[in-house]
């Protein structure tokens, strides 16, 4: 029960920490997506009724904050979500190379969604931007995402006890 | 309709998935004010991320304003630097548009004279010794020679008595081996101009009939061959009739400046211009 009180304020947090403390960490050059590694992480360990609920309450904040329209981050990170779910039935998740890699593949369907979200909703193509300015970004999450697996995995009421080993 | 157990947690993140769409349709559609989720979600997050934002905002300015000032710092240096290289070089434009003055001067001098001149640059003055002269840094290979008047726009400045191949060396009228044939212009009398010693020279044999004043212009008289006639020699600061003898003593200060030569002019008299 605790993990639905404290979920959307741990999201919340998380999500204005990513935006204002690293975006302004990294002079706004830089946005280091943690979100879409806790969604991974949610993915891969996290039982499905939680982890979905938090990839969708993580994905509606994200769309308040960044100020797309209610559902765009929602339904890319559900998505990523459902995805990392049926892979982790089939693979085991647990080295840091797989989790670098897994992030990086993520990142990328991310991207894919992002672009073509944009182009239906928005009618604008963020290419150019994608290439530029997320995949650098990309890198780095995926570089650090095997730290923030553990910082996640070290938060108790996340998993309630329950904790999936592949 | 049940669904099979092993299939309900992949249902189950199907259905949010369709949740997340019928969101983002309905949002899409309804293009209307910011509903009350988002209001809500707005109105908690702005504070946390002021609260956030604002000190870390402050870390950051604080240590751009610190990088601004070690910038400032370089930039200082440099600037210092580069006020020291403008001021020489403004000084040597200076010093180059000072001689350039002085050489349109002799120019101007040079033109005047019926003698072929050469300008010359002063390069060394002796006037504590015995004998006040000047070096300049032309000599015999240039066409100098002992005995030819030197001179710069103010007048006359001696002869040359010694010369070498690049190098001569110039009596002033100023010092007491100095011997000219000179006039006072307004009256015409003839005397012989005579250096003291120090920065005078003292006009000879003028009879104490002859009406001197202060002021008088005097001038070669040309009656020997070194200096050509009318050449400005200096000008009368005492005529004194009061001495014994037949002769009047008048002091005349030179006409040139010997304490600021640079450049002279040395006039070839046995040359005359072609005109």
């Given at each position: 029960m605790i993990f639905y009180v404290l979920i959307p304020w741990f999201l919340l947090m998380l999500v204005v920490f990513q935006h204002a403390f690293l975006g302004t960490i990294f002079f706004h050059s830089i946005a280091v997506e943690i979100s879409l590694v806790l969604?991974?992480?949610?993915?891969?360990?996290?039982?499905?009724?939680?982890?979905?609920?938090?990839?969708?309450?993580?994905?509606?904040?994200?769309?308040?904050?960044?100020?797309?329209?209610?559902?765009?981050?929602?339904?890319?990170?559900?998505?990523?979500?459902?995805?990392?779910?049926?892979?982790?039935?089939?693979?085991?998740?647990?080295?840091?190379?797989?989790?670098?890699?897994?992030?990086?593949?993520?990142?990328?369907?991310?991207?894919?969604?992002?672009?073509?979200?944009?182009?239906?909703?928005?009618?604008?193509?963020?290419?150019?931007?994608?290439?530029?300015?997320?995949?650098?970004q990309l890198v780095i999450v995926s570089l650090i995402s095997p730290f923030l697996f553990k910082f996640f995995h070290r938060i108790g009421w996340l998993h309630d006890g329950y904790v999936r080993s592949s | 309709m049940s669904i099979p157990k092993k299939y309900r947690p992949t249902a189950i993140a199907v259905l949010v998935i369709v949740f997340s769409v019928i969101i983002l349709i309905l949002s899409v559609k309804m293009t209307s004010d910011t509903g009350f989720m988002r209001k809500l979600i707005l109105d908690v997050a702005a504070p946390i991320e002021r609260l956030i934002r604002t000190p870390l905002d402050k870390t950051i300015a604080v240590w751009n304003r610190y990088l601004f000032l070690v910038g400032l710092g370089e930039e200082n240096r440099r600037l210092k630097r580069e006020n020291d290289q403008l001021k020489n070089q403004l000084l040597r434009y200076q010093e180059g548009y000072l001689e350039g003055l002085r050489l349109q001067k002799l120019l101007t001098l040079k033109d005047q004279t019926d003698y072929v001149s050469?300008?010359?640059?002063?390069?060394?003055?002796?006037?504590?010794?015995?004998?006040?002269?000047?070096?300049?840094?032309?000599?015999?290979?240039?066409?100098?020679?002992?005995?030819?008047?030197?001179?710069?726009?103010?007048?006359?400045?001696?002869?040359?008595?010694?010369?070498?191949?690049?190098?001569?060396?110039?009596?002033?009228?100023?010092?007491?081996?100095?011997?000219?044939?000179?006039?006072?212009?307004?009256?015409?009398?003839?005397?012989?101009?005579?250096?003291?010693?120090?920065?005078?020279?003292?006009?000879?044999?003028?009879?104490?009939?002859?009406?001197?004043?202060?002021?008088?212009?005097?001038?070669?008289?040309?009656?020997?061959?070194?200096?050509?006639?009318?050449?400005?020699?200096?000008?009368?600061?005492?005529?004194?009739?009061?001495?014994?003898?037949?002769?009047?003593r008048i002091e005349v200060v030179p006409a040139v400046d010997f304490t600021r030569l640079e450049e002279v002019l040395v006039l070839m008299v046995t040359e005359k211009k072609r005109k």
């Open positions: 969604v991974i992480y949610a993915g891969l360990r996290m039982s499905v009724l939680r982890g979905g609920i938090l990839s969708l309450i993580l994905g509606l904040m994200m769309d308040c904050i960044t100020g797309v329209c209610s559902g765009f981050y929602a339904l890319i990170y559900t998505s990523i979500f459902l995805m990392v779910y049926l892979v982790s039935l089939q693979v085991y998740a647990k080295s840091t190379p797989f989790i670098v890699l897994f992030t990086l593949c993520c990142g990328l369907i991310e991207g894919i969604w992002l672009l073509a979200l944009n182009q239906m909703i928005y009618g604008t193509n963020i290419l150019s931007d994608l290439v530029l300015f997320y995949l650098p | 050469m300008t010359a640059r002063v390069i060394g003055i002796d006037q504590k010794s015995l004998i006040k002269t000047i070096l300049i840094n032309k000599g015999t290979s240039h066409g100098i020679r002992n005995g030819l008047p030197v001179m710069n726009d103010q007048g006359v400045l001696g002869r040359i008595i010694e010369t070498s191949w690049h190098v001569s060396r110039v009596l002033l009228i100023s010092d007491g081996n100095s011997n000219i044939d000179a006039l006072v212009q307004g009256t015409r009398v003839q005397g012989m101009l005579q250096g003291s010693g120090t920065m005078r020279c003292v006009l000879k044999y003028i009879p104490k009939t002859e009406e001197v004043k202060t002021g008088d212009l005097v001038v070669s008289s040309g009656m020997t061959e070194v200096f050509p006639k009318g050449l400005l020699l200096g000008t009368v600061i005492r005529a004194d009739k009061k001495d014994s003898g037949l002769f009047q």
